[in-house]
């Protein structure tokens, strides 16, 4: 019972807006009467509304006023079950179609930066992908709020129509404005709303091993992260680009397609509530989310440079095309068992743990594993490098939501997640153009400025997140933090 206890006290989620989309303690406890009330009768009431007359001390009766039936509540589907599993189905392709796709980024940075976009600095180019990750984060306060009101169809069946739109404009795209417009603002709010219909339906689906469902999902976005650089360096080699791009949006296109029948909310429509707070940065004030949220921009600001530079850098060290790209998919390899088991672990071991963990190893990596490949070239050490890399980095970016939940009470989790994530919105929107300016200042050639960045930024992170453990720990009195 102490278990359940935990998981119902702890049970935060992937939910992304203001409303996780959770199911709250009423709905899954027997909830207690105030000391002194009456309690209510739990034997039930004869069917009619008619009671039987009482017999009193003195031989009469007495008749009672039958109390008027409140409305039956909308019933609530039981956790998990096939219903569950289908929409973590559903969730998975969501996640495959969307942050899959921007997984390829380094694809697209280095053919952008050889072609198409070749008179434009490398700080230039990544403002489109920075846009694109930002637009995941940024307008969740709105999406999970229409989720969590009206359901998913709102939210997703508009944003995968923009999916497919945006890939087919990006095919038509010759010039910088139009790549930005159509990659970057059309295809980052398109894939924001799939991405956040599909997560925040999870949570709602699943509470006691949520860091395990939406692991799962989330290794949908890995998949796709292998599938889509191998893709697309295949067709823009046969086809060119513009045909690579219109071959995307058709797979995207039916996938996302399937993926409206399984994503589902387990919680009724309810009645818009314009009174919720969409953000609250009070809750900086608690020491555990303002230490956890701090250490969580530094991490994301440095994590994304290896996604985008990568395969430029191992290009300029005289790598094959094929072995320079399909770095980006060796890192989103490792990553699908990163998703899963270190989410798996931290429903038992606690999720703050695994991060701060997996935060230190991110910028470990990238100092002792990348920033050598600078000077000395080797293809076993880059590929160890992408192993390593996207193994710790899968698990932090896995945990972001359910660490955010769980740095403080139940009733703050839709103002948090809100104000959660602006902060990643902003980190993800600032880290590639810094990065790529590092490296515009070193002639585009030398990546070690890049690189520290990266890393101390990554382990500056982690470092913040150590003292966030601390105070979780002391406010919920164990050591699973």
């Not at 069917?47 to 039987?52: D, E, K, L, P, S």
């Not at 039958?66 to 219903?83: D, F, L, Y």
């Not at 295809?187 to 949570?203: D, P, Q």
């Not at 982690?462 to 164990?478: D, E, M, S, V």
Request: with cysteine; hydrophobic share 45%.
């Amino acid at each position: 019972m102490s278990d359940a206890r935990d998981a119902e006290k702890d049970a935060g989620g992937l939910g992304l807006g203001p409303g996780d989309g959770g199911i709250s303690d009423s709905t899954t406890a027997t909830s207690t009467p105030p000391k002194g009330a009456t309690p209510t009768p739990t034997l039930a009431e004869p069917a009619g509304g008619n009671t039987t007359p009482a017999p009193t001390p003195t031989g009469g009766t007495t008749t009672t006023t039958p109390a008027p039936t409140p409305a039956a509540a909308p019933a609530v589907p039981p956790e998990e079950g096939v219903r569950g599993w289908i929409c973590v189905v559903g969730a998975w392709i969501c996640l495959f179609c969307t942050f899959g796709f921007l997984a390829a980024i380094g694809v697209f940075q280095t053919v952008y930066q050889e072609t198409t976009l070749r008179d434009y600095s490398s700080s230039d180019i990544a403002w489109i992908f920075s846009v694109q990750l930002a637009l995941m984060w940024a307008p969740g306060p709105l999406f999970g709020r229409l989720i969590d009101t009206f359901g998913p169809a709102p939210v997703l069946y508009p944003g995968a129509a923009l999916c497919v739109f945006a890939l087919c404009m990006t095919s038509l795209s010759t010039r910088y404005y139009q790549i930005f417009l159509s990659q970057g603002l059309v295809f980052g709010v398109g894939s924001g709303a799939v991405f956040t219909a599909g997560l925040v339906c999870v949570g709602q689906w699943f509470v006691r091993r949520r860091g395990l469902a939406g692991g799962i999902a989330a290794s949908g976005s890995s998949m796709g992260g292998v599938v889509f650089p191998v893709m697309l360096n295949r067709l823009q080699a046969d086809i060119g680009l513009p045909g690579a791009l219109r071959y995307s949006a058709l797979l995207i296109g039916v996938l996302l397609a399937s993926s409206i029948f399984m994503v589902r909310a387990r919680l009724p429509p309810k009645r818009w509530d314009p009174k919720v707070k969409w953000f609250d940065f009070s809750l900086f004030g608690q020491k555990q989310f303002g230490l956890y949220s701090a250490g969580t921009f530094l991490t994301m600001w440095g994590l994304w440079g290896p996604f985008d530079f990568i395969s430029s850098m191992a290009l300029q060290q005289g790598f094959s095309p094929d072995l320079a790209l399909g770095l980006v998919s060796i890192i989103n390899a490792t990553s699908i068992p990163g998703r899963v088991l270190p989410p798996f672990y931290a429903d038992r071991i606690g999720c703050f743990n695994v991060i701060t963990g997996c935060s230190l190893l991110t910028g470990a990596s990238i100092l002792a594993l990348w920033l050598p490949f600078n000077y000395h070239a080797s293809h076993a050490g880059v590929i160890v490098f992408a192993a390593v890399y996207g193994f710790a980095s899968g698990a932090f970016v896995s945990l972001l939501m359910p660490c955010a939940a769980k740095a403080g009470s139940i009733e703050t989790i839709g103002q948090r997640f809100g104000t959660f994530q602006v902060v990643m919105a902003l980190s993800t929107l600032t880290g590639l153009p810094i990065m790529g300016a590092i490296l515009g200042r070193q002639n585009n050639t030398d990546f070690s400025g890049l690189q520290l960045f990266s890393g101390v930024s990554c382990l500056a992170g982690g470092a913040l997140l150590i003292p966030a453990t601390y105070f979780l720990r002391l406010q919920l009195g164990t050591w699973k933090a």
